[in-house]
């Protein structure tokens, strides 16, 4: 089975950056989708990125479009999330998923491994 592991989380001011990764071991990475998503504190947890097997294909909640990026590196197991412009509302803890087949998808219901999470802080 396997075990995703998110970094890079952290506190930063607003209008300043973050890149988080997110490593998997253990099992099948590169064939399948990926996504990430993150939960604020009192709110459910809600889709931010996604992206197929290839890194061809993505797609962004609107409230990060333009904003976030999402990539993957399967030689490395990993999957990335940069994010710029951050803003206090983008405060949460933020979770990779894997998916369940290789396209990308904004459902969780479409993901089967999910990490520990790992914190950002956006400052006013």
């Given at each position: 089975?396997?075990?995703?592991?998110?970094?890079?989380?952290?506190?930063?001011?607003?209008?300043?950056?973050?890149?988080?990764?997110?490593?998997?071991?253990?099992?099948?990475?590169?064939?399948?989708?990926?996504?990430w998503f993150r939960q604020a504190p009192g709110k459910e947890r809600e889709f931010v990125a996604t992206i197929n097997w290839r890194g061809t294909s993505t797609y962004y909640a609107e409230s990060v479009e333009g904003r976030f990026t999402i990539s993957r590196d399967n030689a490395k197991n990993t999957?990335?999330?940069?994010?710029?412009?951050?803003?206090?509302?983008?405060?949460?803890?933020?979770?990779c998923a894997l998916g369940n087949s290789r396209l990308s998808s904004?459902?969780?219901?479409?993901y089967r491994s999910w990490g520990q999470g790992t914190q950002v802080t956006v400052s006013s």
């Open positions: 089975q396997v075990q995703l592991v998110e970094s890079g989380g952290g506190l930063v001011q607003a209008g300043g950056s973050l890149r988080l990764s997110c490593a998997g071991s253990g099992g099948t990475f590169s064939s399948v989708g990926m996504g999957v990335y999330l940069q994010m710029n412009s951050l803003k206090p509302e983008d405060t949460a803890v933020y979770f904004q459902e969780e219901y479409a």
